[in-house]
């Protein structure tokens, strides 16, 4: 993995937090903001891994019933009709 540099600006509460989580962790701030980061808005997928899954997985489900009726066989009870 690739690291840059990159410098940011934390309220003294925010800095204390990490300061602290660190400690009991023994983990860097810089891990903890980058595991902030991934929970939050998750990671940066890889399009050509994607592109090859669903290639792989294309198909996969043999049937002449559409998805709708597949679901509506799935559910019980008359909720929806």
């Given at each position: 993995m690739s690291l840059k540099r990159t410098q940011i600006s934390l309220s003294d509460d925010?800095?204390?937090m990490l300061d602290a989580v660190a400690t009991r962790t023994g983990l860097s701030m810089s891990s903890l903001i980058r595991q902030?980061?991934?929970?939050?808005?998750?990671?940066?997928?890889?399009?050509?891994?994607?592109?090859?899954?669903?290639?792989?997985?294309?198909?996969?489900?043999?049937?002449?019933?559409?998805?709708?009726?597949?679901?509506?066989?799935?559910?019980?009870?008359r909720r929806l009709t």
């Open positions: 925010d800095r204390r902030a980061i991934h929970s939050t808005y998750g990671h940066v997928d890889d399009e050509d891994a994607t592109r090859r899954a669903l290639a792989a997985t294309f198909g996969a489900v043999t049937s002449d019933i559409s998805g709708e009726q597949l679901v509506d066989g799935i559910r019980s009870g």
